[in-house]
């Protein structure tokens, strides 16, 4: 299954909305999960099943979708959360990763 | 505090072989899967292989299935990652993860460790 981001690069100021868009080539159900990866560390899991966001996780980060149309919304951008996001399905073998999003700050 | 250290990684010439190792803590690893994701900078995330809590059970990506192969020692608390047949791309920093398994389905990467680097070149 092919995951496709986009858009591959998001410039937002701080305190504004991002959203952030994955798709998948077939149904994944809500198998889908978000990942935040800051430079030179591991990618940090924010969000499973779509929309269930992980341990210590804020509130301000949002899953939603189903089947091939997901979105991450990260409400009120804080400077910590100019980061690479990717998405990931795992619905089916082989797991597979989006191309990620870069967001950056305008 | 959840623990996860790679180790193995360096140098490596084309045709040659490398194990990575990655020591938990923190968390029942016996009662856990794992898995293995590289990461390059033209490919992005890619996943490697998983293995079951057992061991048992292992998947590989068809990138690396027959030159890799997954194992783990649950009395030392370590995963590893046997490499042969290495090529240029698999030039990357791989990551070793607890995977979330459940009623004896594989989901989303709970815990990532910091990577080691390998790299692949004459």
């Known amino acids: 299954i092919v995951m496709t981001q986009s858009p591959a690069t998001l410039s937002v100021s701080p305190g504004e909305r991002a959203t952030l868009s994955c798709r998948a080539s077939?149904?994944?159900?809500?198998?889908l999960a978000w990942y935040q990866q800051k430079p030179g560390q591991a990618p940090r899991l924010l969000i499973y099943?779509?929309?269930t966001r992980a341990t210590g996780i804020p509130a301000r980060f949002s899953g939603s979708g189903s089947g091939t149309e997901f979105s991450l919304s990260i409400s009120s951008l804080q400077s910590e959360d100019f980061a690479v996001y990717y998405c990931?399905?795992?619905?089916?073998?082989?797991?597979?990763f989006g191309g990620g999003t870069k967001v950056e700050i305008k | 505090e959840v623990q996860v250290v790679e180790s193995g990684g360096g140098l490596v010439q084309p045709g040659g072989s490398l194990r990575l190792s990655c020591a938990a803590s923190?968390?029942?690893?016996?009662?856990?899967?794992m898995s293995w994701v590289r990461q390059t900078p033209g490919k992005g995330l890619e996943w490697v292989s998983t293995i079951s809590p057992a061991g048992g059970n292992t998947f590989y990506a068809d990138s690396v299935k027959g030159r890799c192969t997954i194992s783990r020692d649950n009395s030392q608390n370590t995963l590893y990652l046997q490499m042969n047949s290495l090529r240029a791309d698999d030039t990357a920093v791989y990551y070793c993860?607890?995977?979330?398994?459940?009623?004896?389905?594989?989901?989303?990467?709970?815990?990532w460790g910091q990577g080691t680097l390998v790299t692949v070149s004459s």
């Open positions: 990931q399905q795992y619905n089916n073998w082989p797991l597979t």
């Open positions: 923190g968390f029942t690893f016996g009662n856990s899967a």
């Open positions: 099943g779509a929309s």
């Open positions: 077939q149904s994944v159900s809500i198998n």
């Open positions: 993860a607890k995977i979330h398994f459940e009623n004896n389905k594989y989901y989303h990467f709970v815990y």
